[in-house]
Every structure is written in structure tokens, then in C-alpha cells.
């Protein structure tokens, strides 16, 4: 809330000043290369969905029977925020009114969200397989009913992300200027998971407790689009421009696979661990707002 109305104090003075520099300076040249700094707050999702399969065999050394296990999906959203800074450079081409151009830059500031996926884990063992060539004996009552979990912790970031945008705008004033922008974002994300699966069996022999992690780091394309004003301060100098700026960024997805094994405890029964991967969706998107300073190369 401070940051917001800071950042539309700051829209105001800015908007002013130009203003008041319209009225007592010459129409400002808008047109060739320039470079430029940036700082803003990001305020995102990381959209994490959980799913998996899991299998295992009952039996003596040669004969097993297969042991059924039902993986339920889960899913959270949680909050990518912090402050970014960057550079960017580029293009504009004026006519009448219109500026059209191009813009790239490059944003730092890890963002970082953490948040705990819980998917249950069900399904049945056979606790006497009949030999030599099975099936599954129904005396004692088998199929042995298992209910457990997957509990996957998730660390997701966004590590440093980039724009290649181009760019129309129209001057409301001589020295004030409204656009929109869009095109290709990029950027660095990353996942890690600390995965833990344990059963409880309703009679007969267990399985003891497994847990593994996993680390996914992609370099992921997705787009963004945005809108913002850019002013110009020739009171100052005439190849200096301020901008306020907003910019919708999504980096897509990255899909994250955590491999676990639950040991049976042994006994009259043998199991076959009970293995499958906890597979984990994450989705990045990105809101900014940001202040940022231009000069000018051309003369």
C-alpha cells in the first residue's frame, strides 16, 4: 500500500513537472538510441500442481502379484514479490504524433515462494500370495488396504527475467507521451522439492518411510505486455525522459520429477517397494510496476 501511493506520488510530480516544462521549453526531439535504468516491485504466482503413480508387487522370489495405488492430484498458488532493478536500451522512430520503437531490457531480483503440495496415496497389498503360481489368496482377507501420502515442499523462484518489446505511443502533449507495449519475454526459474511418502498398511507388514528431492532450472520464453507514460525533462536536459511503467510477464511452466521408494518391512509377505514419481507443475506469471530514467544518445 506505501508503495503504491509513493509510486502515484511520484506519477503526479513527475506528470507536473513535465507539464509545467511544456509550456516554457521547444518540442522534444524523441526520435533515436537510447539508454536507460530502472527500478519497480514484482508481484507474481507460482501455480504448483502435484500428481504421480506409484506400483508394487507382492510375492515369493519368482511369483509376485501386482499391487494397485491411486495417486490424487493437489495444487496451491503462492506469492512471488520483491523489489527489481534493471537497464534497458533502445529505439524510437517519431511521426506527427505518433513515437514507434523498440525496447529491450534486463531485470534482477530474485523472487522467491515456498509452499507444501499434499497429494494422498491409496490403494492395496497382497499380504499371501498362494504358491507356486499365485493369484492372491482371499483367506486371510487380502487385498490389505494401504492409505498414505505424498508430501512434496516446494521452493520456486524467479531468478532474473528479460524483454523484447516493441513499442507505440502517442503524444498527448509535446513532451508527454501514453503507450502501450508487448512482445517476448525470457527468464531464468527455478523449482526445488523435498518430496516424503508414507503408508500405513491395515494389517499384515508395512512400509517404512521414504523421502528424495529434486532440482528443475529452466531458462524459460513466454511474453508480456504493458502500458505506461514517458515524459521528457528538458528543463533538466533536453535528452533526459522519466517513464512509469507497467508490465504483465509470463515465463511458462516447468515440470519437476521427484522419484521416491517406500521399503517394505518384510515378514510372512514379500513386497516390492513401492516406487513412482511425484511430478510437480509449476507456472510463473509476473505483474510490474517500475520508474525508470532514458537519455537520449542522439545529439
Known amino acids: 500500500m506505501k508503495a503504491t501511493v509513493a509510486l502515484a506520488f511520484g506519477i503526479a510530480f513527475l506528470t507536473a513537472a513535465t507539464s509545467q516544462a511544456s509550456a516554457q521549453t521547444a518540442p522534444v526531439n524523441w ?13 507474481g504466482e507460482a501455480r504448483s500442481s502435484q ?8 510375492g515369493a522370489p519368482t511369483i509376485y502379484v501386482p499391487n494397485t495405488f491411486t495417486v490424487a492430484s493437489a495444487s496451491e498458488k503462492t506469492a512471488l514479490d520483491g523489489v527489481l532493478g534493471g537497464i534497458q536500451a533502445g529505439y524510437n522512430f517519431s511521426h506527427q504524433k505518433w513515437i514507434i520503437g523498440a525496447e529491450t531490457d534486463l531485470q ?3 523472487q522467491t515462494a515456498n509452499t507444501l503440495l499434499v497429494s494422498p496415496l ?8 498362494i504358491l507356486p503360481s499365485g493369484p492372491c489368496s482371499v483367506s486371510p482377507i487380502t487385498p490389505t488396504l494401504v492409505n498414505g501420502s505424498i508430501s512434496t515442499a ?3 523462484s524467479i531468478d532474473w527475467f528479460g524483454t523484447v518489446r516493441g513499442r507505440v505511443g502517442y503524444l498527448v502533449r509535446d513532451n508527454l507521451l501514453v503507450f502501450g507495449t508487448g512482445g517476448l519475454a525470457y527468464g531464468q526459474v527455478n523449482v526445488s522439492t523435498a518430496t516424503n511418502a508414507a503408508v500405513s498398511v491395515s494389517r499384515g507388514n508395512g512400509f517404512a518411510p521414504g523421502s528424495a528431492s529434486a532440482n528443475q532450472s529452466k531458462t524459460n520464453i513466454g511474453f508480456t505486455l504493458g502500458a505506461g507514460l514517458q515524459g521528457a525533462l528538458p528543463s533538466f536536459s533536453p535528452n533526459w525522459t522519466w517513464k512509469v511503467e507497467y508490465l504483465y510477464v ?6 519437476t ?3 521416491f521408494a517406500l521399503v517394505g518391512n518384510g515378514g510372512s509377505a514379500y513386497y516390492t517397494p513401492i516406487t513412482g514419481p511425484a511430478v510437480t507443475h509449476t507456472r510463473f506469471t509476473e505483474n510490474i510496476v517500475r520508474l525508470g530514467l532514458n537519455y537520449r544518445l542522439a545529439p
Open 257 to 259: 520429477i521427484t522419484p
Open 154 to 156: 516446494l521452493e520456486s
Open 108 to 110: 534482477f531480483g530474485r
Open 51 to 58: 500428481s504421480g503413480a506409484a506400483s508394487s508387487f507382492s
Open 31 to 43: 526520435s533515436g538510441f537510447y539508454v536507460g535504468g530502472n527500478l519497480g516491485y514484482g508481484w
Open 122 to 129: 491409496n490403494g492395496s497389498v497382497c499380504n499371501n500370495v
Open 250 to 255: 509470463d515465463l511458462g511452466s516447468v515440470d
